[in-house]
């Protein structure tokens, strides 16, 4: 079996890689997850996992708690938000990891006008950070992929970046395709904004959990960048379509504009005037890997999901 170190892995992507990872579905079979987070969602009764209660800002803690002298195949790191949670990482283990897998996000791209971003489109840099015109999240994203590439560089360790567009499916703590099912479950009418002009790109956990299962060891993934996201570029309009073909229970829709949207202040999740889409055919080109569908991936989300919100 390989050793994989797992920063964080009991969360939204996190804890669908690991359950996935642990019962050989998620493209291996190969790999012994070794999680390692604050214990606050932990996994039970699952094989091929270890689970260690450790705070990544505690990394000097790891030599001792995790088992000695063990090199690890690769780490992923699912929960790199803070300026030094990587190179901490490595520095606590030298000479014992053997690639450094980080998940970042596709917000790191400029927005530039370009209409759909590749791997080689600009991303931000320290002058947009100065403008302010960059959230926190985004701007310790964007430091964390230098620091990855630095840190790597000296310690000799290929690393692997992987950007996903909005992750959807089961276990999204992010109030986007559940706000959907969570108001049509409670009875309530869906807001749909005719005149928004926006368009998004998705990629399906599941998918995101077998792409980092592929980039394991595998030479084609060594200092290299991949865009996470589906080739179907979805709308607000295109995605009540979607929503329509999954639910199986009624609801009513109602008609708003995007100023309505903002003068009443509609939690809509997705951008209503700017289109935000990534290519994500790096992935299959080099791995020969084909996304879910955006209906199979949204009508397995809608049971899971209707599943948690449905009154009993």
Request: charged share 20%; proline share 6%.
């Amino acid at each position: 079996m390989k050793q994989i170190l797992v920063i964080g892995g009991t969360y939204f992507a996190g804890r669908v890689h690991s359950i996935l990872t642990s019962r050989g579905e998620a493209q291996r079979t190969d790999l012994h997850l070794h999680l390692v987070n604050r214990g606050r969602h932990p996994l039970s009764g699952l094989p091929n996992i270890s689970q260690y209660v450790c705070d990544r800002h505690e990394a000097d803690r790891l030599p001792d708690l995790l088992p000695e002298g063990m090199v690890f195949d690769a780490v992923v790191d699912f929960c790199g938000y803070e300026p030094n949670d990587i190179a901490a990482i490595v520095k606590a283990l030298p000479g014992r990891i053997k690639q450094y897998i980080f998940i970042s996000t596709s917000s790191v791209y400029k927005n530039n006008g370009c209409t759909m971003k590749t791997e080689e489109a600009d991303i931000l840099s320290a002058r947009d950070f100065n403008e302010g015109a960059v959230d926190d999240y985004v701007r310790k994203k964007c430091l964390l992929e230098v620091e990855l590439r630095t840190i790597c560089a000296e310690a000799g360790i290929p690393f692997t970046i992987l950007r996903p567009a909005f992750i959807y499916g089961p276990f999204n703590y992010a109030p986007r395709e559940s706000w959907y099912v969570q108001q049509i479950c409670q009875g309530a009418s869906i807001p749909v904004p005719q005149d928004a002009d926006s368009a998004f790109s998705f990629v399906y956990v599941m998918d995101v959990a077998d792409i980092v299962n592929l980039c394991i060891g595998d030479q084609r993934a060594f200092n290299q960048v991949f865009n996470l996201s589906s080739p179907e570029a979805q709308t607000y309009s295109s995605f009540m379509k979607v929503l329509e073909e999954c639910a199986d229970i009624p609801y009513q829709t109602y008609s708003v504009t995007v100023d309505q949207v903002l003068e009443r202040s509609i939690p809509l999740p997705w951008p209503l005037d700017e289109s935000l889409l990534y290519a994500g055919e790096k992935v299959t080109e080099v791995f020969g890997y084909h996304y879910t569908p955006f209906l199979t991936g949204m009508k397995k989300t809608w049971t899971v999901f209707k599943n948690v919100y449905t009154p009993r």
